[in-house]
């Protein structure tokens, strides 16, 4: 007799879509928060989302509209724009249509979601330690503020903890499953949201990011207006040895640089985060085990964009674990599913952009300036490549001349070259094997591409 159906630890996006979805699937549920009920959503984010995302929930799972409230500004389109400043690409359509959030109110939204379809919410408690029985995931320790450690068994664990995957990295050395991620794997960011009385947004249904590859290599900078008179404005880069640490740079660069950051702010909320930005951990699923949102690192290596695939992931562990509960098997190969259908919903992409981000981290800013004043690299050629992970740009006898000499190795041929790799990723991910035995050998076709990838300079 065990005391849930399924514990699910960490009441964010993912966690609590999970749980939506299998309550809602009459399963018995404990969502599980270490923050204070009231705190929970207070989270460092862009608070953007495209709203393509909820359309697909809404077809998975069923997921109502966002309340009108929750949203702070209409989001109609992207700009990015070039290291010097001087070039704009201008990015609209329907998958960049969306909106600014308030990240706290939206996190409320999402747990309420989990307890009205039937799960017990337990703020204040956190997952300490993942209890095994015979070398199976068993349970969880919890410890709620003002009570003392208690055991809770569960047919299914799952891990939704956010970028620290704190369950994760409690699996034993045999499992299948990554433990840890690598630095290099991960994006490190500063952000602050302000209300700006004396500055006004004149566009701000249009969200920004500033590209610069000495300050935010990996990275950028975004300035995302909530509104006429509020901002969230931040920066990520990718951890680097010898870089310096994102708090500084928003200090020396970012405070200096817009105009806004001169007027009379007042500051809202200021932190610091994680994220992972890699493709996804190879098996998302063990022996009564899974993984949901950032510690399953479901998150776009690009732009480090990750709500709207921790729902996604939360969607499709939700499905598949109450099928495997359904059969009563919920061992690895029951639970294995989950896998190829997140792969192939949002993982292939993820891969393949995942390649694309080795790529970007060593193209320089004179080249970045050169692509966007020569129009080589056009608007729509980006949002492409950030929606389907596949680069269509850089062909073409006149373009060849334009970028011959241009770089180490001309642009135009890295360019070819990543979009092989990127096509060769895919490749693979499109032959996830369909069990757990397959997964070794599969393994080892990916670290060459990348290494690749990493190489192209
Ligand atoms: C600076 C920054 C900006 C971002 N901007 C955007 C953006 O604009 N748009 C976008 O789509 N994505 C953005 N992301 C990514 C996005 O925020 C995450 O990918 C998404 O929130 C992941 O959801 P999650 O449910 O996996 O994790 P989280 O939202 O992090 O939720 C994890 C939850 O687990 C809880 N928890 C942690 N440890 C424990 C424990 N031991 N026991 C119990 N509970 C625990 C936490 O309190 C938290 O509530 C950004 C990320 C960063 C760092």
Known sequence: ??????????????????????????????????????????????????????????????????????????????????????????????????????????????????????????????????????????????????????????????????ATGMLRRQLPESSPVERVVAKEDMMVAWRDVYETPDYTFDTP??????????????????????????????????????????????????????????????????????????????????DNFMLVGDSGAQVNPIHGGGIGSSMLGGAHAGITASEALECNDTSIESLWPYNPRYMESYGIKQASLDVFRWFLLNVTNEEIDFAFKKGIVKADDLLDTSMTGKVRFGTGEKLKRLVAGIGKVPLLMRVNKVAKLMEGIKEVYRKYPNSPAGLADWKKQIEPIYTAAKGLK
């Open 1 to 162: 007799m065990v005391d849930y159906d399924v514990i699910v630890a960490g009441a964010g996006t993912g966690g609590s879509t999970v749980a939506y979805t299998l309550a809602k699937r009459g399963h018995s549920v404990l969502l599980i928060d270490s923050k204070e009920r009231e705190k929970i959503g207070y989270k460092t984010c862009g608070d953007a989302l495209g709203s393509h995302h909820l359309k697909e929930l809404k077809n998975l799972i069923g997921i109502p509209d966002l309340p009108r409230d929750i949203i702070e500004y209409d989001v109609a389109g992207i700009d990015i724009i070039a290291p010097d400043r001087e070039n704009r690409l201008r990015m609209t359509g329907p998958t960049t249509t969306g909106f600014s959030f308030n990240r706290h109110k939206m996190g409320q939204w999402f747990v309420n979601l989990a307890e009205g379809a039937g799960a017990e919410v337990r703020a204040s408690t956190r997952a300490k330690k993942l209890l095994f029985d015979q070398d199976r995931v068993s349970g969880v320790r919890v410890l709620t503020t003002g009570e003392s450690d208690t055991d809770l068994t569960a047919r299914i664990v799952i891990d939704a903890t956010g």
């Open 205 to 286: 249904e249009f969200l920004e990011i500033y590209w610069d590859q000495d300050q935010t290599p990996g990275g950028y900078t975004w300035v995302f207006p909530q509104g006429k008179n509020r901002v969230n404005v931040g920066l990520g880069l990718m951890i680097l040895p010898g870089h310096r640490k994102p708090q500084e740079i928003y200090d020396s660069f970012v405070r200096t640089t817009f105009d806004f950051m001169k007027t009379n702010l007042v500051e809202l909320d200021s932190s610091g985060g994680i994220a992972p930005v890699r493709r996804p951990i190879d098996t998302l699923v063990d």
